[in-house]
């Protein structure tokens, strides 16, 4: 090859990864701001079965939750799926600002026409057992308790291993919320865009009166789900970050790459700083080219690459990406797209 052609190649070749690193740039600029906020993660099961009770054996258990973060299970009856609905809620949560300690406490929740109502005192629930929420339930932790609503009178009745505890008013929905056509059983977790709260637990037990049975589940990533059955399932998590998936969508692809480029030799802190060295630089493109299409918490582990390797690794990475370029508190939950993971 002549010097011209092989200049002309050379040069062929910086516009078109010029014209492809603006057009990544461009593409996830929204992205970015997303990465490091803080959000809701979920594993659950879901009964879209029209029921008036329910019930199931929630896990009381010790969670590793720092404050800003709250880790829960919970059961949610709802006449309408995902955040519009009205809905009822009683879990238990290990939430610091809601309780002032970082021991699981029960909670209720509702909502009225898609509008939270609020924890506890708050959520319109009238208690015949007083605040039966304000007591850390220390004493239970490694414990199973079953929960159950049931449609008595018009109102939801919370009973809490058999014993009634008091009721949503029927009266909140102007009497429009008398069925449940959305039963649903999970663990969520609260992160605060740094670390991940624990969310570790087994649901038992799950029944409907409408004879449904859970059917479909979600796992979050980096959160896991298994033995999912017809009446619970098993949650744990965080596990392990998947090395590369900068934008914790669970697979390490061109979305990742994008947002490093993005950020490219941004300094300190900072999501797309693959390997923590606090520079966002080729090192991150190669990890993530090591781990290539990579998903759940599977991982490949790389040393740091040596000053005269950056280059290969990064040439490396954008050839792989080249021929290969072909995820407020309910709203996040919904039943599209459910998988497991």
């Known amino acids: ?25 461009v593409s996830v600029t929204l992205l970015v ?10 594993v659950a099961g879901f009964d879209l079965t029209p029921t008036t009770k329910a019930s ?5 258990n010790a969670q590793t939750v720092s404050i800003g973060q709250h880790s829960l299970f919970e059961m949610s009856l709802s006449n309408h799926t995902g955040s519009t609905g009205n809905i009822i809620e009683v879990g238990v949560t290990t ?13 209720v929740y509702s909502w009225i026409n898609g509008v939270g109502q609020g924890y506890d005192s708050h959520s319109h629930f009238v208690s015949i057992a007083g605040a039966f929420w304000s007591t850390p339930l220390t004493a239970l932790e490694g414990t199973w308790q079953n929960v159950a609503f049931q449609l008595t009178g018009g109102n939801w009745w919370l009973l809490l291993n058999g014993n009634s ?24 977790a609260y992160d605060n ?15 409907s009166a409408g004879g449904g049975h859970l059917g479909s589940f979600r796992a979050d990533n980096p959160y896991h789900i298994s033995n999912a059955s017809a009446t619970g399932f098993t949650a744990s998590g965080p596990m392990t970050p998947l090395v590369g998936d900068v934008n914790k969508d669970g697979i390490v692809n061109g979305q990742d790459i994008g947002l490093v480029v993005s950020n490219w030799l941004s300094t300190g802190a900072n ?11 080729g090192q991150d493109i190669a990890l993530i080219a090591s781990n290539w299409l990579a998903t759940g918490a599977t991982q490949v582990f790389v040393p740091v690459a040596e000053p ?3 280059m290969l690794g990064l040439m490396g990475s954008l050839s792989l990406l080249t021929s290969a370029m072909r995820r407020n508190r309910r709203s996040s939950m919904g039943t599209g797209g459910v998988h497991v993971m």
């Open 271 to 281: 999501p797309a700083d693959v390997n923590a060295d606090r520079i966002v630089n």
């Open 1 to 25: 090859m002549s010097e011209l052609a092989a200049s002309d190649c050379s040069n062929a070749l910086r516009t078109c990864f010029r014209q492809f690193f603006r057009a990544i740039t």
């Open 95 to 107: 939430d610091f600002a809601l309780n002032g300690d970082l021991h699981p406490h029960w909670f």
């Open 56 to 60: 199931v054996n929630l896990p009381v």
């Open 165 to 188: 505890m008091g009721y949503f008013p029927g009266s909140e929905w102007s009497g429009s919320f008398t069925i449940s056509n959305a039963t649903e059983v999970f663990g969520e």
């Open 308 to 310: 005269a390797s950056v």
């Open 193 to 207: 865009g740094a670390t991940f709260p624990s969310v570790n637990g087994t649901v038992t037990g799950y029944s």
């Open 33 to 42: 701001v997303n990465v490091a906020r803080a959000d809701y993660q979920y």
